[in-house]
């Protein structure tokens, strides 16, 4: 995937203002996420961060990817100056399709890939799998209603409760799947403009019955 060749490097936003100490904090923030599964994270940061997609998603890759990642982007960011602001500041590899990259960023309002066409490890090498990263439009602390889950497995001491709104209404079922392959499988990453909240594939997702 090549860059817009009318973008002008000197026209993007700057990265961390101390690129060890702000990837360290935002990588600390990401092992808090997935080590305490469906509990929201705050990700603070001063990187100027493109215009598209969450803010929180895009500190979040620039702390992970190095130049021996691949990256691909969904319709809105690929159209947007998000992967040349990436690529500059990481080194990354930009992708023409999902199923070919470690990493994945979709937009809200994007068609999500699907977890199982992204790359799921093998038994053998469970790590040599993707991580996709998805904005989505709300992410609380929630015991019931529409799009609150109920969340159990490593990290959670008895349950997790979650709203979540801005995924695929198929995405249970898909991650039903996802789960069921340990220790294949792909970690995801929900994240506002603030916030992020891990999936690590160990996560079983259901929704939830705790009542008002």
């Given amino acids: 995937m090549s860059a817009n060749p009318t973008t002008s490097l000197s026209a993007l936003g700057a990265g961390f203002s101390s690129e060890a100490l ?8 990401v ?13 603070v940061h001063d990187a100027e961060v493109p215009a598209t997609g969450h803010a929180a998603s895009a500190a979040v890759l620039l702390a992970l990817l ?27 590899v930009l992708v023409d ?19 199982a066409g ?10 040599q799998s993707a991580t996709c990263v998805i904005d989505v439009a709300v992410l609380a602390p929630a015991l019931h209603g529409a799009g609150a889950w109920r969340l159990t497995g490593p990290g959670i001491r008895d ?10 209404g198929d995405f249970a079922a898909q991650w039903a799947d996802n789960h069921g392959a340990f220790p294949r499988g792909v970690d995801v990453v929900l994240a506002t403009a603030s916030h992020i909240a891990g999936l690590p594939r160990t996560t079983c997702i259901e929704p939830s019955t705790v009542e008002a």
């Fill in 97 to 115: 399709a999902p199923e070919q990259a470690r990493f994945a960023w979709v937009a809200a309002g994007d068609a999500m890939p699907a977890l």
């Fill in 118 to 127: 992204l790359q799921c490890g093998s038994d053998e090498y469970p790590d």
């Fill in 159 to 168: 349950a997790q409760h979650l709203h979540v709104a801005g995924l695929p």
């Fill in 66 to 92: 190095d130049s021996e990642c691949t990256l691909w982007l969904s319709p809105r960011l690929a159209a947007s100056q998000a992967g040349v602001w990436l690529r500059f500041h990481t080194g990354c």
């Fill in 22 to 29: 702000g990837s360290q904090a935002v990588f600390r923030a």
């Fill in 31 to 43: 092992l808090q996420a997935l080590s305490q599964p469906g509990a929201p994270v705050a990700i």
